[in-house]
T-cell receptor, first 111, second 111 residues
Framework: DGGITQSPKYLFRKEGQNVTLSCEQNLNHDAMYWYRQDPGQGLRLIYYSQIVNDFQKGDIAEGYSVSREKKESFPLTVTSAQKNPTAFYLC??????????FGSGTRLTVV | KNEVEQSPQNLTAQEGEFITINCSYSVGISALHWLQQHPGGGIVSLFMLSSGKKKHGRLIATINIQEKHSSLHITASHPRDSAVYICAANQLRGSNYKLTFGKGTLLTVNP
């Protein structure tokens, strides 16, 4: 079955360390997105990519980086520059003119 | 101020009740999405609407473009419907369409 796989489901890191969250899709979707969810807030866009080897900053890109070397993969790195990295991170993909498909998320806790 | 407002924030119902969740948005959109998020965090897309009404099983979504308002209805509610329901507006921001999310409605259906 086609879908989006995010791994790991739970991730713990020490403050000051970079960490990379994985997002893989086998839907042949061109566009991929990373969102952050905090309690009591709507999802906010971190980065998005509409095509391989191209990506744009979303609303809260500071302290994050991404790459899009393959159509299927859009990893997100949470760097030590991100002041409040503890959050729930969701990846999504979309086909032109279609709806969004979301992953199951990664809950990152920085201690 | 969030451009997408949902109400109510929390909703508790008895099994079998008819449920309505509302969503208002402040700017023009190309489509409105209704999403369901279960306690594990993964999100499922329920509907994508640009006009009128859509029905899937016990779920009905409507949209009034002139009034910038959408509703999600659940008929004959069941405890397994308990989840967070999120509305998201596909809005033109800059040169691309992006989703702006409401904060979600936490629905609890008691047996």
């Amino acid at each position: 079955d086609g879908g989006i796989t995010q791994s790991p489901k739970y991730l713990f890191r020490k403050e000051g360390q970079n960490v990379t969250l994985s997002c893989e899709q086998n839907l042949n979707h061109d566009a991929m997105y990373w969102y952050r969810q905090d309690p009591g807030q709507g999802l906010r866009l971190i980065y998005y990519s509409q095509i391989v080897n191209d990506f744009q900053k979303g609303d809260i890109a500071e302290g994050y980086s991404v790459s899009r070397e393959k159509k299927e993969s859009f990893p997100l790195t949470v760097t030590s520059a991100q002041k409040n990295p503890t959050a729930f991170y969701l990846c999504a993909s979309k086909i032109e003119g279609g709806g969004y498909t979301f992953g199951s998320g990664t809950r990152l806790t920085v201690v | 101020k969030n451009e997408v407002e949902q109400s109510p924030q929390n909703l508790t119902a008895q099994e079998g009740e008819f449920i309505t969740i509302n969503c208002s948005y402040s700017v023009g959109i190309s489509a409105l999405h209704w999403l369901q998020q279960h306690p594990g965090g993964g999100i499922v897309s329920l509907f994508m609407l640009s006009s009128g009404k859509k029905k899937h099983g016990r779920l009905i979504a409507t949209i009034n473009i002139q009034e910038k308002h959408s509703s999600l209805h659940i008929t004959a509610s069941h405890p397994r419907d308990s989840a967070v329901y999120i509305c998201a507006a596909n809005q033109l921001r800059g040169s691309n369409y992006k989703l702006t999310f409401g904060k979600g409605t936490l629905l609890t259906v008691n047996p």
